[in-house]
């Protein structure tokens, strides 16, 4: 099996963990499996912090090979905006190269970016491998990217056709595995139900194992994971407005702004009048990406004197910022009232596995439906400071008592259905599956 993965250590964040998951666990399974990837030194956005940790954590026996993002791109369409374009094309190219040199049997790309899937109609003339795509966000179906109309119909037309072409598909939620088949599914093969399986992003039980006291002197909340907080600058020109309504789209109405501390603030300013008690109690600890947006917002706050930021921190690090914690902070944005999200943030299953309780901003999706199935979590609206007031006041409750001075009770049996371990076997069957079924055959 040749997996391929654009995000892979020592770039650090859940896309680099899946992955990297997969590769540490197949081989004990049987599968032998090299990595496709790029070189470590590749440059960076704010999403691909590099993180050592996780590359000193991976399978020495399994082969790495890296690339640059260089060379030619003959043979691939450019369905992608010219700046991806320019670097996955290059990685594409190289990547087709290798597997008509190796002939793997199984051809696993982890995606985003999406057009990484232009590749398959060229594998599909020169190699036999079965093309399993992971699809790690739902992609054209996401209701999250606003993005121009001509845009948009280029990737729903990838996504149609890179679909059709693939031997097997794989989700991470059950809600997008849905929308998918009763969005596209009509216009795909039959099949695609059976050559179709979820598979969960998950968390690392040796991360977890042994006992860690949680912090009490105050009601520390941490939240980690990178804030967007480029979507509260409201001062926008009216053509700005205007070009921005007609040219941009989105699969429908979302409120971004749920993914950035504003709300949480908002709710400590209003527990500062009337219940200040609480508001004294609070602390807030943010881990992941600073810029000055997030500072703007922070300052502008009722609060700034309470929030500790930690920048981005290794895994290992974060693991234990979460365990150590009071509780954590699981936001997300408000999509419309008929829709519920695709989407689970990564975190949330390592939140689960911390043993901490989570004070989940969240629109109705498998992540809600997740907090509220292990229990001890405080769910609450994801653009409403008074509901996440309401969220903390029984929080607040909560350590007051002396009941978070401890672990948070989790079903083991509910938490085993995340462990990574568990989730390559899953992937392990779900390839095999596909070996045994006729190939999907090309355009």
């Known amino acids: 099996m040749l997996l391929v993965a654009w995000y892979f250590p020592p770039d650090g964040g859940a896309g680099s963990q899946r992955p990297h998951s997969f590769a540490t666990y197949l081989p004990s399974l049987g599968w032998d499996l090299s990595v496709f990837t790029r070189r470590k030194d590749h440059s960076r956005s704010r999403l691909e912090s590099r993180d050592d940790g996780l590359l000193a954590e991976s399978n020495p026996q399994v082969p790495v090979f890296r690339v640059q993002e260089t060379g030619p791109t003959d043979g691939l369409d450019g369905y992608a905006e010219k700046y991806i374009n320019s670097k996955a094309g290059p990685f594409c190219s190289q990547l087709c190269t290798r597997v008509e040199q190796e002939q793997p049997s199984v051809v696993l790309i982890s995606m985003s970016p ?202 290992s690090t974060m693991i234990e910022y979460l365990r150590s914690s009071t509780a954590l902070f699981l936001p997300c944005g408000q999509l419309g009232e008929s829709v519920r999200e695709l989407i689970v943030p990564g975190k949330t299953y390592e939140y689960l596995a911390s043993a901490r309780p989570i004070v989940g901003a969240l629109h109705p999706g498998d992540a809600l439906d997740l907090i509220m199935e292990a229990g001890g979590n405080h769910p609450c609206l994801p653009c409403s400071s008074e509901s996440i007031a309401s969220a903390l006041r029984a929080l607040h409750a909560e350590w007051s008592s002396g009941v978070l001075s401890g672990p948070v009770p989790r079903d083991p049996s509910f938490l085993q259905r995340f462990d990574r371990a568990h989730l390559a076997t899953r992937l392990s069957e779900f390839t095999d599956k596909i070996l045994s079924l006729p190939p999907v055959e090309g355009d």
């Not at 501390?261 to 990406?289: C, M, N, Q, T, W």
């Open 114 to 315: 999406f057009m990484l899937s232009s590749v398959i109609p060229r594998l599909r003339a020169t190699s036999k491998s079965r093309i399993i795509l992971d699809l790690r966000d739902p992609w054209a179906l996401d209701y999250w990217p606003t993005i121009s109309r001509r845009y948009a119909r280029t990737q729903h037309s990838l996504m149609l056709q890179s679909l059709a072409q693939a031997d097997g598909v794989i989700l991470n939620t059950n809600q997008a595995r849905k929308e998918l088949l009763s969005v596209l599914g009509p216009q795909l093969p039959k099949d695609l139900e059976d050559r179709s399986t979820v598979i969960e992003n998950g968390f690392t039980r040796n991360d977890f194992e042994g006992s860690v006291k949680p912090y009490t002197d105050h009601l520390l909340i941490t939240h980690c994971g990178t804030f967007l907080c480029e979507q509260l600058k409201s001062r926008k020109s009216l053509l700005k407005r205007f070009k921005q309504k007609v040219c941009l789209h989105s699969r429908g109405p979302v409120d971004r702004t749920g993914r950035t501390p504003y709300y949480l603030l908002e709710a400590a300013g209003l527990l500062a009048k009337s219940d200040p008690e609480i508001f004294d109690a609070l602390r807030f600890r943010f881990v992941g990406h600073v810029d000055n947006n997030l500072r703007a917002c922070i300052d502008r706050s009722p609060c700034p004197e309470k929030v500790e930021l930690s920048g981005y921190q290794p895994h």
